[in-house]
């Protein structure tokens, strides 16, 4: 039997590969990195880079980086809550997840954006727990009603109490860190299973150009050494924040996230570290980050393509939208991202659910996308030859006018060599009519509806629960809200 | 060079982003004695009034418009010290203090306004971003501005624009300034229901605005 070839998209020859990191190479060693956090600055130069007598610069040699390198695995693996589940995130692996610290909601009645709360927080991790094409929970909403400095905590205590699914997240203050690993190895039991099974990616953004802020490299740092891996999400803003050609602007990601990648290592040698990004194809009208643009698609495929071949697990933003509501953009932006992520091996794939320059969710677009990446995984799934012969044995008595619906061939692979429609509109044009010219939109909220009356809150042990409390409760106090209320009837 | 043969060029130089011409030119009026004001008013300012106009016609975008304002930019610190020396002044359109507020750290959008206010003959006081509300108070105040230029790119912050009218109204200053609010979750709208003195959705337009609102079209 000849099996199902994995279909690839590779934007970059291998001679073009090699070219872009030997210049990121060469960026480092040259220009260097602005680090603005004092431990890793020791770090680096302990390890034997060039620090500038500011303390910030810091130059790093090729074989530093080929080290940090060498001791980088080539892939991560991820544990579900129960810990019985896991998920290997390398290879060619691909992990859908909701993009992350989304600000607002679009609300499907009014259809406007509204900032999110508590509620909108709950609803978003209840439809993602239903939805079997997102591997992954992403921590995708900031609730405006709790303070911001406890925001980062927070969204991750509601996801640990609602969610099975393993979580991409990231702090917002370098405090943020300690609880939430803490509540991390509570639902674990302990910080070496914790490390043994990672429940969580931390998010750490560098700023570009070539910089490192205190709160993204002590994100990195702390990931490392307790075993969480650390997802590398340079954005270059091609010809703002980046050089404007799309290789360039690969060379600034490639320097940018090499650079993580050697905190990491001299955090913690052996360190997880995920090759990921969100750069975008800067809009020379418009001042802004289109994740829709053909260009940003284009960088995250050939970024990924780099990433392994440094053999390194990889991650991009792709399958959202810049579209305000649920219209033909946000389908077209997402479905191209989704097809072309997966196409390219990107291993976690940031973004279906969001619009708006990853500002805002949607419940309804969840749904939606959903059924997008059910489509994404049959195609990587391939085309394999079920049987020897082919097809031949089928056309046994054949005779004109003869109907396959009813051989039992078609009984037996139909399911799994095709997919149901899911919401998509595959009605006879009249009978769409007497169904009420209903639109995916209309069909998406409905099943929202249907997926939250279905949600059924995966077992959590009580002492775990009440652990997760009090890590909440004291984080909320030291920071100052002492009476931060805990939603408990979730 | 005579002033029909420099003037032309000065145009082009700001039409072109041309930062190294835009300032020899302005070399050339200094050592030439000529009229600087008058060097501003129909060399420069026609330049930058025709890249606006190219933005406009959606043929110029942000690279050329953003080289274009650093060039006036440039031309203006050549002109600016002589003008001073000469007790004159560029400024035509008096002060405006500009910034994104605090909670909001993008400033891409803010910048390119206050290069193309300065361009427009504004002597512009950039805060940078993050700025507490108070600061764009303490600076108006202090430079004697005659404008507040206030930028939010977020949802969340941009109600700080709010903010800052009520802290003006509660300091008897509201009609001491006309207050401008731009950014992407800003409009129209948005600045009738706060009671801003207006909104403009890009740099071209809000150039325009100001200059309508200190009496300048």
């Known amino acids: 039997m000849i099996e199902a070839k994995r279909p690839r998209l590779e934007l970059l020859s291998q001679a073009f590969i090699e070219r872009i990191v030997d210049e990121a190479l060469t960026l480092l060693e040259r220009h260097g990195v602005m680090v603005e956090n004092a431990e890793a600055v020791k770090l680096l130069g302990e390890a034997g880079a060039a620090v500038d007598r500011d303390g910030q610069r810091v130059r790093l040699g090729r074989k530093l980086v080929e080290t940090s390198l060498a001791s980088t695995p080539p892939a991560a693996a991820l544990y579900d809550r129960s810990g019985a589940k896991s998920f290997a995130v390398g290879g060619d692996e691909v992990h859908f997840d909701p993009g992350s610290a989304a600000v607002t909601m679009l609300d499907h009645d009014t259809q406007s954006e509204r900032k999110a709360a508590t509620p909108d927080l709950v609803a978003f991790y209840k439809v993602v727990e239903t939805l079997e094409n997102f591997h992954f929970q992403s921590t995708g909403l900031i609730a405006s009603d709790v303070p911001a400095a406890v925001s980062d905590a927070y969204r991750l205590y509601l996801g640990l109490r609602l969610s099975e699914k393993p979580f991409v997240t990231g702090t917002f203050r370098v405090e943020g860190f300690r609880p939430m690993r803490d509540m991390l190895a509570a639902v674990r039991g302990g910080e070496d299973k914790l490390r043994r099974k990672p429940l969580a990616i931390f998010d750490a953004c560098p700023s570009p150009p070539l910089k490192w802020s205190n709160l993204t490299t002590q994100s990195l740092i702390d990931s490392a050494r307790a075993g969480l891996p650390s997802e590398l999400i340079s954005m270059g803003m091609t010809g703002a924040t980046s050089p404007v050609t799309i290789a360039g602007t690969l060379v600034q990601h490639v320097a940018e996230n090499l650079s993580g990648l050697v905190i990491c290592q001299l955090a913690k040698a052996g360190a997880p570290v995920i090759f990921g990004g969100s750069p975008s194809s800067f809009d020379m009208r418009k001042g802004t980050t289109p994740m829709g643009a053909i260009g940003t698609m284009m960088i995250d495929a050939a970024y990924a393509q780099i990433g392994k071949f440094l053999k390194l697990p990889t991650h991009a933003y792709m399958g959202l939208s810049d579209a305000k509501i649920n219209d033909p953009q946000a389908g077209y932006e997402t479905a191209l991202g989704t097809v072309l992520g997966a196409l390219a091996g990107v291993n976690v794939i940031s973004g279906p659910g969001m619009l708006d320059f990853e500002s805002c969710q949607s419940l309804e677009k969840l749904v939606i996308d959903d059924g997008i990446c059910a489509m994404v995984y049959r195609l990587l799934a391939g085309i394999a030859q079920r049987d020897d012969p082919i097809a031949l044995d089928t056309f046994e008595g054949f005779t004109a006018g003869m109907s396959f619906l009813s051989h039992p061939h078609t009984r037996k692979w139909y399911r799994k060599e095709h997919i149901g429609g899911g919401l998509a509109d595959r009605d006879p044009f009249d009978a769409w009519v007497a169904a009420g010219r209903t639109s995916i939109v209309d069909k998406a909220h409905t099943d929202v509806a249907r997926r939250l009356e279905k949600y059924a809150a995966p077992p959590l042990a009580e002492d775990v629960r009440k652990e997760l409390v009090q890590i909440m409760a004291a984080y909320a106090r030291s920071s100052g809200f002492p009476d931060l209320p805990l939603p408990t009837d979730l | ?217």
């Open chain 2, 1 to 217: 060079m005579t002033k029909n043969e420099l003037f032309p060029k000065m145009s082009e130089a700001i039409v072109a982003g041309d930062r190294a011409a835009a300032t020899a030119l302005a070399e050339d009026a200094v050592r030439g004695d000529l009229d600087l004001l008058e060097v501003i008013e129909q060399g420069y300012v026609p330049g930058i009034q025709k890249v606006g106009d190219l933005w406009e016609q959606g043929e110029y975008f942000l690279p050329e418009l953003i080289s274009s304002a650093e060039a006036m930019k440039a031309a203006m610190a050549r002109l600016d010290p002589e003008l001073k020396r000469r007790s004159l002044s560029s400024h035509m359109g008096g002060r405006v203090v500009i910034g994104t507020v605090e909670g909001d750290i993008h400033d891409i959008g803010k910048n390119l306004v206050a290069s193309m206010l300065q361009a427009g003959g504004f002597e512009v006081h950039d805060l940078g971003a993050d700025v507490k509300l108070e600061r764009f108070i303490e600076k108006a105040e202090e430079v004697g501005a005659g404008m507040i230029c206030l930028s939010a790119l977020l949802t969340t912050t941009m109600t700080n624009q709010r903010r800052l009218l009520g802290l003006l109204k509660d300091r008897g200053l509201r009609d001491k300034y006309k207050v401008l609010v731009g950014g992407a979750p800003a409009s129209r709208k948005w600045a009738e229901e706060i009671g801003a003195d207006g909104y403009a959705e890009n740099a071209v337009a809000a150039v325009k605005l100001a200059k309508s609102l200190a009496g300048r079209t």
